[in-house]
């Protein structure tokens, strides 16, 4: 991503995720696994971000789902790993920068 010219900030778990969002509000994409450590998954992460950032574009990954597919790909963009990260690129290029 950090090839793609994106600035890129990385948070281990969903709470440093948020602080991040909270901290810089210049942030415009939440790129999320669905299965990370810490009190709540992708998914959740996803939804809360929604709800405090509705400005922000997420898009989801898993390489396995806990959860039915039906219930990101309404919300959320989603790519199955292993994705080939110039889709990603592409995706964000074309869909989320004005």
């Known amino acids: 991503m950090k090839d ?8 281990g778990n969903a709470e ?4 991040l969002l909270e901290a810089h509000p210049e942030i415009d994409t939440l790129f999320t696994d ?8 992708g998914l959740e992460l996803a ?13 989801l990954t898993s390489g396995y789902l806990k959860v039915p ?19 990603i690129i592409n995706h964000i290029k074309e869909h989320l920068i004005e």
């Open 4 to 11: 793609a010219d994106f600035h890129v900030f990385e948070a």
């Open 16 to 19: 440093e995720a948020l602080g």
């Open 34 to 41: 669905i299965d990370m450590p810490g009190s709540m998954d």
């Open 47 to 59: 939804k809360a971000v929604r709800e405090l950032r509705p400005d922000v574009a997420i898009l």
């Open 69 to 87: 597919l039906s219930d990101v790909s309404d919300q959320f963009p989603f790519f199955s790993k292993p994705y080939e990260i110039g889709r």
